[in-house]
């Protein structure tokens, strides 16, 4: 058996390319679980310092204000212009095609799952990531940088607790309020282009739109909202707080923050689809 394997690496090691991506997949890996267990922690200890940022007076409360603001507030125009469009494209679209084939009710069951329960949170959660993944990574990385880290312990203030609960919670919130607006937008952005183009449609949107909700899908979209939040949040000051002593760690940092968060978005998403369907 020793012999095969060693044959087998001594095969792929004569091709350049796969030679490199075995390489590569190795060294991620074994990097991956050494630091499983310091992930883990950190995990931990992020969830500890936001529970205790909720129930007591913290100065940071400035930073969870502002967190929401530029997540958040700022966000909104580009969300709702995205949930409308994408909304009204398949209500139009679909609804033409399935009224070729005898089946124009089942848009809005289509919309609805689409919108709410699929899409929506995903879409959200990749302009989060976009917008603040690389902004908090890049932020917590320049504080390391310039000794800030190292000047609030030896003051006797956690960096978590300051840094990092803030930010877990104020990402966490926005990505759940801006998955609903986005839900309502992406409703509501159908109705006003079917009043323009076809408004026989419209007479009875809303009716057929709420016999095709349920709690599951509800669920099922906060659900991932929340988790998808918490691995933006966790993943953008994991990988900002990594950064050593040089700057030019910064940006790769924040690559790193939204190319991880992109793939924790994708597994969760996964995960959280198929788990209902295999109970």
């Known amino acids: 058996m020793a012999g095969f394997w060693e044959n087998l690496f001594e095969r792929l090691s004569k091709n350049t390319f796969l030679g490199r991506f075995v390489t590569w997949l190795g060294s991620s890996m074994r990097g991956f679980f050494s630091s499983f267990p310091y992930i883990l922690g950190y995990i931990g200890r992020t969830f500890k310092s936001t529970f205790a940022f909720i129930n007591e007076e913290k100065a940071a409360r400035k930073i ?33 095609l399935l009224l070729s084939l005898g089946q124009a009710s089942m848009i809005y069951q289509i919309l609805v799952v ?22 908090i990574a890049t932020e917590i990385g320049g504080m390391v940088t310039s000794h800030q880290v190292e000047s609030y312990i030896s003051v006797g203030v956690d960096p978590v607790d300051y840094l990092v609960a803030p930010r877990f919670l104020g990402v966490t919130l926005s990505v759940f309020f801006l998955c609903l607006y986005f839900s309502l937008c992406g409703i509501l952005g159908p109705y006003v282009a079917a009043m323009f183009v076809n408004p026989s449609i419209a007479a009875g949107y809303f009716d057929q739109l709420l016999k095709n909700f349920s709690i599951m899908m509800i669920v099922a979209s906060i659900l991932k909202s929340i988790v998808f939040g918490m ?38 998403d996964v995960v959280i689809t198929l788990v209902p369907s295999l109970i």
Do not use: C, H, K, W
């Not at 909104?76 to 009204?88: D, E, T």
């Open 231 to 268: 691995i933006i949040s966790i993943t953008a000051t994991y990988f900002g707080f990594n950064v050593e002593r040089s700057s030019t760690e910064i940006p790769v940092a924040g690559i790193r923050a939204v190319s991880n968060s992109f793939v924790g978005i994708i597994i969760a």
């Open 64 to 96: 969870l204000i502002m967190q929401l603001l530029f997540t958040f507030i700022e966000a909104l125009p580009i969300i709702a212009f995205l949930s409308a469009a994408l909304g009204a494209a398949i209500f139009l679209v679909g609804y033409d």
């Open 114 to 135: 689409v919108v709410v329960r699929e899409l929506g949170p995903v879409l959200v959660a990749f302009v989060v990531t976009a917008r603040s993944s690389t902004a």
